[in-house]
């Protein structure tokens, strides 16, 4: 392994990386005639040295807590170039720019001509930027968008809220968002469903406009330059808090002053994401906790091949929740219980359709609204 002659007789020192801890010295191996051999356990990262010295960090990260509202962005404050704080691309690349609204803005900046090859196991969406807090709930976003002129259909600016996934392929963001065109024409979208459309007359794509969204409960208010565009009440199941979101076709567009602030008007609403390895959750009867895929909330799925007397309990206090996981071969046959009352049954037995459906949170294994009561269990 090693085709140094002086450098394949030092001892390699071994230092392991996983998800729940970053370099954990593992010992050192001498080699033998230049060989040796290195025990690699699963979803771990193995850094392999033949220098000495090193040695951990020790800074503790504060606690993690929510990203508190209100919340403004004018980015000013930034190189060029560089990333604003709290921003995370999923598609395309958002960087500061110059010519703001007012200084400096936000500019997104892979055009179609220099867009990367897809990877061939996933494609890649839209230019979309995500920052904020996945328990946002009842929130106004607005910010100042600039279409430089791109008067066609194909030039969009998007804004939205309440962003709870970020798919890995070419769809959009999981939740709201507005698209303005070039040519005027503008959606109101729930991930990749159109819940509203107009168009402007005389939409003039040189100039720098105001877009605000506000999440009030079920009501979606949409205004453009101060004068409301739309509204839409969204059905029970819609989505009940999220993240923010900016986004544009493979063109440039520029963003400015975002300002998210909460409505105090209505009573707080939170949604919490649990994972299914979260303490909080009591299991019962034959479960295996494994590790899972990427597309799983921390890579973790908890199975049971159900024969009967397999359950979860989870007590909480809230009006509503939802099931999210994977559905093996498309069967699936479960109780479901409130405060020791069944309030509901799944069977389905659909092989045909299997092997496996992947259920997301736009449409979740079970989904319970309207709870007065706090303990839940569910008989698999
Ligand atoms: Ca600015």
């Known amino acids: ?41 699963p979803f771990s990262i193995y850094s392999i040295t033949t220098t000495t010295g090193q040695r951990k960090g020790n800074f503790e990260p504060p606690p993690s807590c929510h990203l508190g509202l209100p919340y403004y962005e004018t980015f000013d404050e930034y190189a060029n170039g560089s990333q604003p704080r709290y921003f995370c691309d999923q598609g395309g690349a958002f960087e500061i720019c110059e010519n703001g609204f007012r200084g400096k803005g936000l500019s997104q900046v892979i055009t179609r001509d220099i867009r990367p090859i897809d990877w061939v196991y996933r494609k890649t969406p839209d230019p979309y930027t995500i920052f904020g807090d996945i328990d946002w709930s009842n929130y106004s976003v607005s910010c100042w968008v600039n279409l430089e002129g791109q008067n066609v259909a194909t030039a969009y600016a998007m804004v939205g ?4 996934d970020s798919p890995c392929n070419e769809n959009p963001p999981v939740g709201y968002y507005l698209k303005i065109h070039g040519n005027g024409f503008w959606e109101l979208k729930r991930y990749t469903t159109t819940l509203i459309k107009g168009t402007i007359e005389n939409f ?16 979606i208010e949409v205004f453009l330059d101060n004068a409301k565009l739309c509204d839409y009440f969204d059905e ?42 979260d303490p909080s959750i009591r299991y019962i009867g034959k479960w295996n906790h494994i590790f899972a895929s990427y597309s799983d909330y921390r890579r973790t799925l908890s199975e049971t091949p159900g024969n009967g007397f397999s359950y979860f309990e989870y007590t909480f206090e809230g009006a509503g929740i939802n099931i999210i996981g994977n559905i093996v071969n498309n069967r699936i046959k479960a109780d479901i219980f409130l405060d020791g009352v069944k309030v509901r049954s799944i069977n389905v037995d659909d092989i045909e359709n299997g092997p496996k459906k992947n259920c997301s949170v736009e449409s979740p294994i079970c989904h319970l609204e309207n709870i007065q009561s706090n303990l839940f269990c569910i008989l698999l």
Not at 10 to 16: L, S
Not at 161 to 164: L, N
């Open 1 to 41: 392994m090693v085709n140094d002659e002086k450098a394949s007789r030092k001892k390699v020192h071994v230092w392991k990386s996983t998800e729940e801890e970053k370099f954990m010295y593992s010992g050192s191996i001498t080699p033998e005639k230049g060989t040796f051999i290195v025990e690699i356990e």
């Open 161 to 164: 809220g309440r962003v709870i």
């Open 204 to 219: 003039d794509a040189t100039k720098w406009h105001h877009v605000k969204i506000s999440f009030k409960d079920s009501k």
């Open 236 to 277: 029970i199941g819609g989505i009940s808090s999220g993240l923010v979101v900016l986004g544009s076709g493979y063109h440039k567009v520029r963003f400015d002053e975002i300002s998210v602030e909460p409505l105090e008007d209505f009573t707080p609403a939170y949604a919490r994401k649990i994972d299914d390895r």
